[in-house]
């Protein structure tokens, strides 16, 4: 119990005081339990008004403080921060909100009103009395990241992090860096290739001491929390040794008898369980697909580079934080979405672009035919109206109007059609648009209301479509080839997302805290996410992104040390049963279970715990404190509310 | 249901109209013109039925017509489009789309190919002429190897072909637009009689065209109305039915037109300085090109202009010779080019810009009778 208390009233310039009787509210502070000082302020967030305070702090030896002024979102770290600097425990503060709750919602009511602010006081001065004083838990931090995904943002994260002087991990689940963006050929602007961007990072990457890359490796558990996780890591062997020669190994890969389709042409290919790499794709050595391999040996007769002794290892390292860069799957589309799957004349857009890096000579020829005109058709996967995928992909209308201008310099009179939904070609990108108009390709535009339609009528492939621009006339279309321009989906594969428990938002992709404020963090502190995995973007705001989580990361390390809220739950040991509950309400994974004095008992690990209070009401024998939020506290304010006439 | 067809874009653009596929279909032409209205609404679907290939929605489109080519919207466009340039090129397509003989396409297609068929033109009717005094040298020397029935005879077949042609494209033209305006049979339709009462109201006062490029801060805005592109246009078009008729009241009368007080030369007169006015006023336009509109003229539009401005002048020397009594041997080749000139106008009437003469009535017609 406290007895000296000090309480100011704020006025917020009329706004709490046109309606509430601020020196009645005084008055009533002052006969209450405890108070040695009740003034009232015009402005108590004024500079002297803070002052004021500070030094009746210091004068009067105050041990507590209560505010009653706006909400404390906008105000609580302010008063917090004048306790501290006169010498008072900032959490011996509290804040009684009493314009929100009060003057501004009963402004027809002065007298409730102010009969209500009292209340407000009354449990604010109640609270206080019980509070304790608290500080901010600090822990060690190791200034080392593990990324996970080494496509363009997980490598341009590993080497910005590696130049700022962390130690890094980059963990790769396939045997070659890269990503989606090796699968991708011209790119714009002019000049660059998936392939020259991936080497570019590769070879920035392998010059860097400070990374470990690993391929062919996958998390697969985590323990600990910011500052200090434990992850394990499983590596499968490649099977092919580093200095292997080239000519034996292609011999290696003729005799292998297992043959699947190669997903790194979208299925266009088949490939064997000796895989050698594609052009764009980095350490160039080839690999055995260990799900596909029988281990039959013949390889192994050929070369002796191969070793099939395609054993998983496990390590475990420590990290200080981990990054995410995971990316997507493109959408694949439904058997008979738009005659996908029925005409083997329908193919998607990254089918088509791997068309293009395997095609040579003047014309492009798909399964046979010489293609002479194409349809591509928009937002396939993306801005269902009835599906799931109510997000636009952002990459996908300049990356079709690029290839369709890709398609032209091979082809010069093809003829294109883009049937569309309104074409997003935005920034810079607009060019592309430009240019493909001039090129005299032909724009058609649909509405969610009427999707083209996609048949055959015996001979042809036929397009319908009620165009938007020519007053929503039916058009018909006898294209060579139809383009799916296919969205980005996030990854099925989500051991990652499961293992780490990654919040995901409604578009199923990993969230973010916060879109504009905090765009690459998580709600689980120190796992930060970054490029596609997050939500559709193209290159460079991959990149972009990728920097921004680096720099977030380092900020996070660079002190090795991490500063936390004292705000949190305590386990009473004597009191705990160990049924469960609070880990399973948890929604940080903040409650372990430790043997203490002999005893099982649950206990928090303060570096994960949020201090949201979600344990407390579940825990069946109420062994879980708040702290700064305690039983006593929260009892004493609603015994002080319900003894109020209001 | 329409069947796409994209080849038929570089076929229109033959017809002089080049930038339109860079169209992003904004529509700003559409609102910026005086002219379009709700049931008639150009040019951007215009532009779009080009390119889309869409052949039958062009060739009945009465919305070809109705527009002046001010060139606001050619000015207005963000994409260099040049929609003006469209419709004017649509309008060569028409013409040479609705007449059966595949001439025009020739002619508008290919400029050698039209200065060639002009002179050839222009030879046979000088010999032709020749023979109209027969005891001429030239005249014996063309009896000598072709008899004057057989003549007479071509004359009459090349006027019948000409004139035919020119029956067949109005023909065509009609068919097309009644077939696309019956289908929409809900509207209430004005009556024949005054449909076509807007018509010539529209051919007298040019009241649509005097909308054109005249908002505040436009071109003609600030210019008084004797230079304004209407003027120039009704100047033209009158000047040219004036002498018309006056021709043909000479004819009857068989008047040598020797005195100038005579009624039908005073109409003669009068008609000629409209003509001689607007055509000059009109190929000055086309020099300096004061606006859009002007900045790709065709030679299409250059022999148009230039054989009217000719046969104008050459009649007013003839008017004035007679009345003077000039040289004889120079009035009389001045008559052959006069002569020889407005036969051209009216022969190649239905393969050439002139025949917008016949064409734009009838749409005015079907837009006054389908509108409520």
């Known amino acids: 119990m406290k007895n000296k208390i000090g309480v100011y009233v704020c006025h917020c310039g009329g706004n709490i005081s046109d309606v509430i009787d601020v020196n009645k509210v005084r008055e009533e502070a002052e006969k209450m339990g405890g108070v040695a000082i009740a003034k009232h302020t015009i402005f108590a967030c004024a500079d002297s008004s803070q002052k004021e305070i500070a030094e009746d702090i210091k004068n009067l030896e105050l041990d507590g403080i209560v505010v009653a002024s706006c909400s404390p979102k906008l105000h609580l770290l302010t008063f917090r921060s004048v306790a501290e600097r006169a010498g008072l425990n900032p959490y011996n503060y509290v804040h009684a909100n009493i314009r929100e709750q009060s003057s501004w919602a009963h402004s027809d009511d002065k007298k409730g009103a102010t009969e209500k602010a009292i209340s407000l006081v009354r449990s604010a001065v109640e609270r206080v009395s019980h509070s304790v004083a608290m500080d901010p838990v600090s822990i060690s931090a190791q200034n080392v990241v593990a990324v996970v995904g080494?496509?363009?943002?997980?490598?341009?994260?590993?080497?910005?992090?590696?130049?700022?002087?962390?130690?890094?991990?980059?963990?790769?689940?396939?045997?070659?860096?890269?990503?989606?963006?090796?699968?991708?050929?011209?790119?714009?602007?002019?000049?660059?290739?998936?392939?020259?961007?991936?080497?570019?990072?590769?070879?920035?990457?392998?010059?860097?001491?400070?990374?470990?890359?690993?391929?062919?490796a996958e998390l697969v558990s985590k323990k600990g929390s910011v500052g200090n996780f434990e992850i394990e890591v499983k590596i499968t062997s490649r099977g092919v040794k580093k200095d292997a020669d080239a000519s034996t190994i292609e011999k290696a890969i003729e005799v292998c008898p297992e043959e699947v389709s190669d997903e790194f042409n979208f299925g266009l290919t088949n490939r064997k369980a000796l895989m050698n790499f594609h052009p764009g794709q980095f350490p160039e050595i080839a690999a055995i697909d260990a799900?596909?391999?029988?281990?039959?040996?013949?390889?192994?007769?050929?070369?002796?580079?191969?070793?099939?002794?395609?054993?998983?290892?496990?390590?475990?390292?420590?990290?200080?934080?981990?990054?995410?860069?995971?990316?997507?799957?493109?959408?694949?589309?439904?058997?008979?979405?738009?005659?996908?799957?029925?005409?083997?004349?329908?193919?998607?857009?990254?089918?088509?672009?791997?068309?293009?890096?395997?095609?040579?000579?003047?014309?492009?020829?798909?399964?046979?035919?010489?293609?002479?005109?194409?349809?591509?058709?928009?937002?396939?996967?993306?801005?269902?109206?009835?599906?799931?995928?109510?997000?636009?992909?952002?990459?996908?209308?300049?990356?079709?109007?690029?290839?369709?201008?890709?398609?032209?310099?091979k082809v010069p009179d093809m003829t294109v059609y883009h049937i569309n939904r309104g074409i997003r070609t935005y920034g810079k990108q607009e060019v592309l648009y430009e240019q493909s108009s001039k090129n005299g390709d032909i724009y058609i535009q649909f509405t969610e209301d009427t999707f083209p339609e996609v048949s055959s009528n015996g001979k042809h492939t036929v397009v319908k479509v009620n165009d938007l621009l020519t007053a929503g006339k039916e058009l018909e279309i006898e294209p060579d080839l139809v383009v799916l321009v296919t969205g980005m989906t996030p990854r099925k594969d989500d051991a990652i997302g499961d293992t780490l428990k990654l919040p995901r938002g409604r578009d199923k992709f990993y969230n973010e805290i916060h879109p504009k404020l905090r765009p690459v963090e998580t709600t689980i502190d120190g796992v930060l996410i970054a490029g596609v995995c997050q939500g559709p973007k193209n290159i460079t705001e991959t990149v972009k992104s990728s920097l921004a989580a680096s720099a977030k990361t380092y900020s996070l390390l660079k002190r090795e040390e991490i500063t936390l809220e004292p705000i949190m739950a305590k386990v009473d040991a004597e009191k705990c049963e160990v049924c469960d509950n609070c880990s399973a309400a948890c929604p940080f994974g903040a409650f372990e279970f430790v043997e203490e004095n002999g005893k099982k008992v649950a206990k928090v690990n303060e570096s994960n715990c949020k201090g949201c209070g979600m344990c407390l009401p579940v825990c069946p024998t109420d062994a879980i404190e708040l702290s700064g939020y305690t039983n006593s506290e929260i009892e004493e304010m609603i015994d002080a509310l319900t003894e109020s006439d209001y | 249901m329409s069947k796409v067809d994209p080849k038929l874009a570089k076929d229109i653009a033959k017809y002089g109209a080049v930038d339109f596929s860079a169209c992003y279909n904004c529509g700003n032409c559409t609102a910026v013109c005086s002219l379009t209205e709700e049931n008639a609404s150009f040019p951007r679907m215009m532009i779009r039925y080009s390119m889309l290939g869409m052949k039958e929605e062009i060739l009945s489109s009465k919305e070809l017509w109705m527009c002046y080519h001010c060139g606001d919207c050619s000015a207005t466009c963000p994409r260099q489009a040049d929609p003006g340039e469209l419709m004017a090129g649509l309008r060569r397509y028409a013409i040479a789309n609705y007449e059966p003989s595949g001439i025009t396409k020739l002619i508008f297609k290919s400029n050698p190919f039209s200065i060639l068929l002009t002179l050839v033109l222009a030879t046979i009717l000088g010999f032709f002429l020749l023979t109209m005094k027969p005891d001429f040298t030239v005249s014996?020397?063309?009896?000598?190897?072709?008899?004057?029935?057989?003549?007479?005879?071509?004359?009459?077949?090349?006027?019948?072909?000409?004139?035919?042609?020119?029956?067949?494209?109005?023909?065509?033209?009609?068919?097309?637009?009644?077939?696309?305006?019956?289908?929409?049979?809900?509207?209430?339709?004005?009556?024949?009689?005054?449909?076509?009462?807007?018509?010539?109201?529209?051919?007298?006062?040019?009241?649509?065209?005097?909308?054109?490029?005249?908002?505040?801060?436009?071109?003609?805005?600030?210019?008084?109305?004797?230079?304004?592109?209407?003027?120039?246009?009704?100047?033209?078009?009158?000047?040219?039915?004036?002498?018309?008729?006056?021709?043909?009241?000479?004819?009857?009368?068989?008047?040598?037109?020797?005195?100038?007080?005579?009624?039908?030369?005073?109409?003669?007169?009068?008609?000629?300085?409209?003509?001689?006015?607007?055509?000059?006023?009109?190929?000055?336009?086309?020099?300096?090109?004061?606006?859009?509109?002007?900045?790709?003229?065709?030679?299409?539009?250059?022999?148009?202009?230039f054989f009217l401005w000719i046969a104008g002048l050459t009649g007013f020397w003839m008017e004035v010779a007679v009345s003077f009594n000039l040289s004889e041997t120079l009035s009389q080749v001045i008559f052959m080019i006069h002569t020889i000139i407005s036969m051209e106008l009216v022969i190649l009437f239905a393969f050439s810009k002139f025949a917008h003469a016949a064409y734009r009535p009838i749409a005015l017609y079907f837009l006054a009778r389908n509108r409520e």
Not at chain 1, 163 to 180: A, F, N, T
């Open chain 2, 140 to 305: 014996r020397w063309i009896f000598s190897w072709m008899p004057y029935a057989v003549i007479h005879l071509m004359g009459l077949i090349v006027f019948s072909f000409t004139g035919l042609t020119a029956l067949l494209g109005i023909f065509s033209m009609s068919r097309r637009l009644n077939r696309k305006h019956s289908t929409d049979s809900n509207k209430t339709k004005k009556s024949v009689f005054q449909s076509i009462g807007e018509v010539l109201t529209e051919i007298g006062t040019m009241g649509r065209y005097q909308k054109c490029s005249t908002d505040e801060g436009e071109y003609w805005s600030t210019k008084p109305n004797l230079v304004r592109p209407w003027f120039v246009h009704w100047s033209i078009m009158w000047g040219f039915i004036g002498l018309l008729f006056a021709t043909i009241l000479d004819f009857l009368f068989k008047d040598p037109a020797t005195t100038i007080w005579l009624p039908s030369r005073i109409l003669g007169t009068v008609s000629g300085l409209f003509l001689i006015y607007g055509t000059s006023l009109a190929m000055y336009y086309r020099m300096t090109k004061p606006t859009k509109t002007y900045e790709a003229t065709k030679l299409a539009d250059w022999m148009f202009l």
């Open chain 1, 150 to 216: 080494a496509g363009v943002a997980g490598m341009k994260a590993a080497i910005e992090l590696a130049d700022m002087g962390s130690q890094v991990y980059l963990i790769e689940k396939s045997h070659y860096v890269g990503g989606r963006t090796s699968q991708w050929g011209k790119l714009f602007l002019p000049g660059e290739t998936g392939k020259s961007v991936v080497e570019n990072l590769y070879q920035e990457v392998k010059k860097r001491q400070n990374i470990n890359l690993f391929t062919g």
């Open chain 1, 291 to 409: 799900a596909t391999c029988t281990k039959c040996g013949k390889c192994a007769e050929v070369s002796d580079a191969i070793d099939l002794n395609l054993e998983e290892e496990r390590i475990t390292l420590q990290a200080g934080s981990l990054m995410i860069t995971t990316g997507f799957d493109p959408y694949e589309p439904e058997k008979s979405e738009f005659g996908y799957g029925d005409y083997d004349n329908v193919i998607t857009l990254p089918q088509l672009e791997r068309h293009l890096e395997l095609s040579n000579g003047k014309d492009l020829v798909i399964n046979g035919k010489k293609i002479r005109s194409m349809a591509y058709i928009y937002c396939v996967g993306s801005r269902q109206p009835n599906g799931e995928n109510k997000y636009c992909s952002r990459y996908c209308c300049t990356s079709a109007v690029h290839s369709a201008i890709k398609v032209r310099e």
